[in-house]
């Protein structure tokens, strides 16, 4: 081989200056977007309008003024007023309580049930893991709103009986993805480390398993969250949801119908604030997922 | 190899690619300069992080401009790779230069029949049609040493063992004869038997159709035999290059002999623990100033950690050059390499390492 | 600085085996081909037993077994002699074999809970086998972290904030907080670079020096297994093909299969011709060596004749403490029957 053959070039002494402070593995963060940004501001302004607007605006959800009726906005009532002369504002406020309450209730007992079975089914397998399944696999088998509706006529009209009408079809959701989680989870190496180690099934699920499906189960609870609304609205809408005296989103609309001519804020008031908590709640569950994938582990 | 200098294959010439992180930018290569002729084989040899994918996926033309920095020079058949358009890179894929990667089961489609998928990557060179692509993909998988060609042109990737899998890898890299094949890695994920065997082919294909090689591998064992000159990276930067004899023979550098000691040997007389180098490799977003060794190094003196070690070759072996102050073999004690560009170990001192 | 580590080899058979699998064979998912069929290793006080062997031929399931981690469909495993693991339980609880008997994993990031630091989990061993107080077990931690070369302030950190090399230092440190008696180690170096190799090599054998610890050391790389272990158990197909002494069968290999794997293993020494004792031959195709009626390599085994297609040979010893599973060992040609084939190049 001739010397040119060789690689000639020299590589120039050259004393890099570019300093960073840590050496660990960076962590890809998503930074927070704009819709993200606007989906947190929604639901901020939208709690905040249920704690104070009624007070500051001196509004109310249920006081009659019939004077006012059916009037487009104005500087008291901003969203204007229906046929009995009840702010829009007010009442679409009053909604959201029930709303989210009913939202996040339904989703956390569901939740509190459905995953520590799932976990302890994906974890142990045999029997539970055959029985949990052909109850999920039963249960499933009912589309949801069914489900619900056949719940909420049985029970009879509440809050509590909502929730649970909207929890229990929504249970066997849970279980089944906490028990794929599991699975995989447990299958990687540092479970298998607490096994040799001899860290009993209970503290290994609560301090492996647990954690490290946490970020999945809540994104998919937030989820759930929007899909409850659109539940508990459905069945407010039916008439099987809550009792006529409560004011819900779902009751508004259904109250609404008959004005959908004539005076379309009716129906547009509580679908516009359904549709944007319900968007707002999947875009942040978006993020949870996104989140996720920034944390993965070094190595090779 | 003599007229190599004159038709040379691959230039490349003060390539420095950065990444801008959230910790700093990090130079993954660092003004490295190499040459490569028609079909000749070159190893590029370093631990993860020194440089040596990055490097390739920019000889490759893979290196996005969006998340990197590239300066320097890539000319590849004559063509600067770097200033060419997205199109004419793509273009470039398969005709001039293809890959070979670690893992075949994910570089090859899953349900499509090998034979279609090879037939696909002859049908890239535009004139062929689709019966003479056919009977050309069964032809190059007898070239690549798979049996009964015609019957496993059906098959799927996954009814293929690991080393004919990569067979078909590599049949596919030389569909548009090719007239560099980058390696990265070919075959750390394959058993030692099968392993030895890919190897054998990638010499055949070199000597027959005049393919030059750079071939990839964290394995100094690997590349031995199976190339013509290995350039050892460290910390984004060559550390020592040369012709495979004289680098295994007499490793200059500190950090090639540190290497050689640091692997296990299967064919010792006696039971010895391979010799590890200290400490880590270092953070590329902040290097060490200096030799990026030195910190590392059991001969760093002070002229180590103040300046980097320039390139110079070793006297009567052309073409072996090593960027190092205190030249030498790790094995046997320091004791004559002097300071600056002091000559090179007279005598081959590495016999012990390579026992 | 150990360079070369002599360690006296335990001959086989003179001290009373720590743990034992005995025909230990595992079945995953009740699946036709059972992954490890008829396993028997032990291991002594002080002894690195080497296990090596391609992908997928049944080495990790062996340790898995081991440790109690795999269902064994037949066999047993003995802990000084005493049954621990049987068939009946898929995980066995015994308390004596968790605390006997410990494990470092091929991945080390992967080896630690993600969401906890290194310091939390090296303790966790303690806590588990009831050391109550968190002063102590932190300390203790501390301790094993410094031991194995992890400070104080790495042990804060989270795995995925250290390299791969000090993750498994840190999972050395938890595998013996405890004071095992064995370490199985599954392909611990095989994810990490050369030079961090070594310093988990010499580490390992520091600890078997001063500890007596009896390890399972896997791997597939037959350089690593050499400068290690004292004994060697070569498994093909999910059965044990060959042992013994790890020199003797870097020198004097006897199964075809242990002769192609000493051949095909890349050297650092190129300046002799590469020696190739056996040809190998390949086969195109996914050849589940379980699935043959006789001998698990007779497909690809140049040596292999009628007989190797029917019956699977039993694994007999053919001289002391050199046990081979074959009809036709390999024997040397011109039979300088000791030593290597390989000059030795100086």
């Not at chain 2, 042109?153 to 009814?159: N, V």
Request: aromatic letters at 4%; one cysteine or more.
């Amino acid at each position: 081989m001739s010397p040119e053959a060789g690689m000639t070039a020299v590589a120039e002494p050259s004393a890099v200056a570019e300093m960073g402070e840590r050496p660990a593995v960076k962590r890809a963060r998503r930074q927070w977007g704009l819709t993200d940004v606007l989906a947190m501001s929604w639901l901020a302004l939208l709690v905040f309008g249920m704690l104070f607007l009624p007070t500051l605006l001196n509004i109310d959800a249920d006081t009659m003024s019939p004077a006012d009726r059916l009037t487009g906005p104005s500087a008291h009532h901003w969203l204007g007023t229906d046929n009995y002369g009840r702010d829009l504002l007010a009442r679409a406020l009053a909604g959201a309580r029930i709303s989210l309450w009913i939202g996040f209730g339904s989703v956390a007992a569901s939740a509190l049930v459905g995953v520590p079975i799932g976990m302890l089914a994906g974890y142990l397998g045999g029997w539970l893991d055959r029985i949990t399944s052909f109850v999920v696999d039963v249960v499933l088998a009912f589309p949801g709103l069914v489900l619900a509706l056949a719940l909420a006529s049985f029970l009879g009209q509440s809050i509590t009986n909502v929730m649970i009408a909207i929890a229990v079809p929504m249970c066997p959701v849970f279980v089944r993805l906490a028990k794929a989680q599991t699975l995989s989870v447990a299958r990687r190496e540092y479970v298998e480390a607490s096994q040799v180690i001899g860290t009993p099934a209970r503290s290994i699920l609560r301090r492996d398993v647990l954690p490290n499906i946490t970020e999945a189960m809540l994104a998919f609870a937030l989820v759930s969250v929007g899909h409850a609304i659109l539940i508990e609205g459905g069945l407010s809408f039916l008439g099987m949801g809550m009792p006529p005296t409560v004011t819900s989103w779902g009751g508004m609309i259904n109250y609404g119908r008959g004005f959908i001519s004539s005076n379309p804020a009716l129906i547009a008031v509580p679908s516009a604030f359904m549709l944007l908590t319900i968007l707002s709640l999947n875009l942040l569950a978006d993020r949870f997922l996104g989140g996720r994938a920034g944390n993965t582990g070094g190595g090779r | 190899m003599n007229q190599a200098a004159t038709e040379r294959l691959l230039t490349v010439r003060d390539l420095r690619v950065e990444f801008p992180t959230a910790d700093g930018t990090v130079r993954a290569v660092d003004n490295v300069s190499l040459d490569l002729g028609y079909g000749e084989r070159l190893g590029i040899v370093g631990e993860s992080g020194s440089g040596k994918s990055v490097l390739s996926r920019t000889i490759m033309g893979l290196t996005r401009s969006r998340t990197a920095r590239v300066t320097g020079e890539v000319i590849l058949d004559g063509r600067s790779v770097l200033d060419l358009s997205e199109r004419s890179r793509r273009s470039m894929w398969g005709r001039d230069v293809a890959m070979v990667f670690q893992d075949p089961l994910s570089s090859l489609h899953p349900i499509m029949p090998i034979g279609e998928q090879i037939a696909e990557a002859v049908r890239r060179d535009a004139s062929v049609t689709r019966r003479e692509a056919g009977a050309r993909a069964v032809q190059l998988l007898e070239t690549v040493g798979v049996p009964l060609a015609a019957q496993r042109a059906k098959a799927r990737a996954h009814e293929l063992s690991g080393g004919m899998r990569q067979r078909v890898a590599i049949a596919m890299a030389i569909a548009c004869r090719p007239k560099l094949i980058i390696a990265d890695e070919p075959t750390t994920a394959l058993d030692v038997t099968v392993q030895a065997r890919i190897l054998d082919l990638f010499d055949e294909l070199c000597r027959e159709f005049r393919i030059g090689l750079v071939m990839i591998s964290h394995d100094l064992g690997v590349v031995g035999r199976h190339t013509d000159r290995i350039a050892v990276m460290y910390a984004g930067r060559i550390a020592e290059r040369g012709p495979v004899a004289h680098v295994f023979a007499r490793p200059a550098m500190r950090y090639t002999s540190a290497l050689m000691a640091a692997i296990p040997r299967h064919d010792g007389a006696r039971r010895t623990l391979p010799r590890p180098i200290r400490g880590l490799p270092p953070n590329l977003a902040d290097p060490p100033a200096g030799c990026r060794f030195s910190p590392r190094c059991a001969h760093a003196g002070d002229a180590c950690h103040e300046a980097a070690p320039a390139l110079v070759e070793v006297e009567g072996e052309p073409g072996h050059e090593y960027a190092c102050w205190h030249p030498g073999s790790d094995v046997t004690p320091p004791g004559g390499a002097g300071q600056g560009q002091g000559p090179a170990p007279a005598h081959p001192t590495s016999s012990e390492v390579l026992r | 600085m150990s360079v070369a580590e002599v360690h006296e080899p335990v001959g086989a058979g003179t001290a009373a085996p720590v743990l034992e699998l005995v025909n230990g064979s595992v079945r995953y998912g009740g699946s036709g081909t059972p992954a490890i069929s008829n396993v028997s290793l032990a291991l002594r006080p002080g002894e690195i037993l080497g296990l090596v062997g391609e992908s997928g031929c049944g080495k990790s399931t062996t340790a898995r077994a081991m440790l109690g981690l795999a269902p064994l469909t037949s066999g047993r495993v003995l802990l000084h002699g005493t049954e621990v693991v049987t068939n009946d339980k898929r995980l066995t609880k015994d308390k004596r074999l968790r605390a006997a008997v410990q494990a470092i994993f091929q991945n080390p990031a992967a080896s630690f809970n993600p969401k906890r630091s290194l310091l939390d989990s090296v303790a966790e061993p303690l806590r588990v086998h009831g050391t109550n107080s968190a002063a102590e077990r932190r300390r203790r931690a501390l301790a094993e972290l410094d031991r194995v070369g992890i400070t104080a302030a790495m042990a804060s950190r989270r795995p995925h904030e250290v390299s791969g090399g000090q993750c498994q230092r840190a999972a050395i440190a938890r595998a013996t907080i405890l004071r095992p008696e064995v370490l199985v180690c599954d392909e611990p170096v095989s994810a990490l670079d050369v030079s961090i190799q070594a310093q988990i090599l010499e580490l390992l054998s520091e600890l078997r020096s001063e500890n007596r610890l009896a390890m399972l050391f896997i791997s597939h790389d037959l350089g690593v297994i050499a400068a290690l272990c004292d004994r060697t158990a070569v498994m093909y197909a999910g059965k044990i093909v060959e042992q013994a002494d790890a020199l003797e069968l870097v020198h004097a290999p006897r199964h075809p299969y242990s002769v192609i794997l000493q051949d095909s293993a890349p050297s650092l020494d190129i300046s002799a011709e590469p020696v190739t004792r056996l040809p190998s031959r390949s086969s195109p195709d996914v050849v589940d060596g379980r699935q043959l009626a006789g001998c698990g390599f007779a497909a690809l085994c140049p040596s292999a004749d009628d007989l190797c297609h029917t019956t699977h040979p039993p694994l007999a010893p053919l001289s002391q403490a050199h046990d081979t599973a074959c009809h036709h060992p390999y024997t040397p040609e011109p039979a300088p029957a000791e030593g290597s084939s390989r000059p030795a190049a100086d």
